[in-house]
Each structure stands twice: as C-alpha cells, then as structure tokens.
C-alpha cells in the first residue's frame, strides 16, 4: 500500500459544484502539504499544515479551503469548482527540517 | 522571497549524452536543496539532496552540488538512459518557515 494516498485519482466535475480531494498518510509524518501542478507553471503550494491545529495559506490559496481532520488525513475543497481550477493536485508529507517531502499519486481534476 | 529558476526544457539528447539541467536559487536563511523527478504518471520522488554548502548529493548516476556562492544546485549525469526520460523539479526548503519551493520543472527526453 502507498504511504500517501490520494482519493479519487480522477475527477470531472462540473462548473460551480463543491468538490473535496482527500489525503491520508501513513508515514506518522505531521507536515502535510496541497499543491497544484500546471504546464510551465511547475508546482504550487495552495495550502500547508503542521500539525492539526496549524493550517497556513500558501501562494494560490484563493478558491480552496482545506481541513486537517486528523495526524494522518488532510482534505482539500474546492467550495465552488471553475475551470481554471482543472489541473493536477498532490498531497505530500514530510517531517521538520531539511528532509524530504513524500508525495502522493495525484488526483487529476477537471471542471467543465 | 524564496524561490528557485530551472532551465527551461524540453530538452531533447541521445542516450549516452551528458545531462546538465541548471537550476539557481533566491533564499534567506540556509536551505536544504533537492532534486525530484516525476516519471510518466506517477508523484514526485526524491533523486537526491544536499542540506549545506559543498555538499554533493548522488543517486543513479545522477549528482548535483550545493554552491552557495554561486546559489545553484545544477543536476548533472554522465550517460542518460531512455528510461531517464521524466521531469525533473529542483526545489528548496528553508528550515525557518518549512515551506517547499519548486521550480517550474524541467521534460527530458533520451532518444535511443
């Protein structure tokens, strides 16, 4: 089993609809990251967390909210899905420090 | 701020050629650098890292070197293989805020 799963893999949604992309890890890690990955843009951070009751803004978080319900599970939502929200979204982990960041397979997201 | 510029690619070579994909760096504080790489389909994966000056991480053939005076992590690999083919993201992370900084990625192509 992967260490970091990201639910659905795939999505198309509709214009205006809410849609939640769900994170869960189990490496015990406490940091846990949102990005977004366009071409020719690379990877954006939209939100980050260190621990459950620490939730930071990063450079793209307008449009999305997101929810640490949990050590091991963090969810973003799109409270009002548009298109140029399509695009393809990881989850990561990592601990403090200098060490890596685990990433997740990606959830594909398309709103038309 | 922080923030990190990579070549542009694609860049397209023949297997057995010499890979140089440069990649500078903007950062206050003493940051640790990486290089990922994400295969066709898949998440990002660690390929190497270096977490101070002249340090020089390796992995697959692959090496890259801190240079704090020249602010780069520049990825170097003797003789590319076809199944080198992916993108590759130099990125960083400053200890004091924890945030990952990606570049905007870099495709290469090995052609047999």
């Known amino acids: 089993d992967a260490d970091v799963t990201q639910t659905p893999r795939n999505r198309i949604t509709k214009t205006g609809k809410r849609i939640m992309l769900e994170c869960s890890q189990t490496k015990g890690h406490d940091r846990m990251y949102w990005y977004r990955q366009d071409p020719g843009l690379g990877l954006r951070l939209i939100y980050y967390?260190?621990?459950?009751?620490?939730?930071n803004k990063g450079e793209i978080s307008d449009g999305y909210s997101v929810s640490r319900q949990a050590q091991a599970k963090f969810s973003l939502s799109l409270e009002s899905a548009i298109p140029n929200q399509t695009a393809l979204y990881f989850c990561?982990?990592?601990?403090?420090?200098?060490?890596?960041?685990?990433f997740g397979q990606g959830t594909r997201l398309t709103v038309v | 701020g922080n923030s990190v510029t990579q070549m542009e690619g694609p860049v397209t070579l023949s297997e057995e050629a010499f890979l140089t994909i440069n990649c500078t760096y903007t950062a206050t504080g003493y940051p640790s650098l990486f290089w990922y790489v994400q295969y066709p389909g898949e998440g990002l994966q660690l390929l190497l890292k270096a977490t101070k000056a002249d340090d020089k991480g390796s992995n697959k053939g692959f090496e890259a070197t801190y240079r704090k005076e020249t602010t780069s992590f520049h990825l170097e690999k003797g003789s590319v293989q076809v199944s080198d083919s992916a993108v590759y993201f130099c990125?960083?992370?400053?200890?004091?805020?924890?945030?990952?900084?990606f570049g905007k990625g870099t495709r290469l192509h090995i052609l047999p």
């Open positions: 967390s260190f621990d459950v009751k620490d939730i």
């Open positions: 990561a982990t990592s601990h403090g420090g200098s060490t890596e960041a685990f």
């Open positions: 990125a960083l992370r400053v200890n004091r805020d924890d945030k990952i900084i």
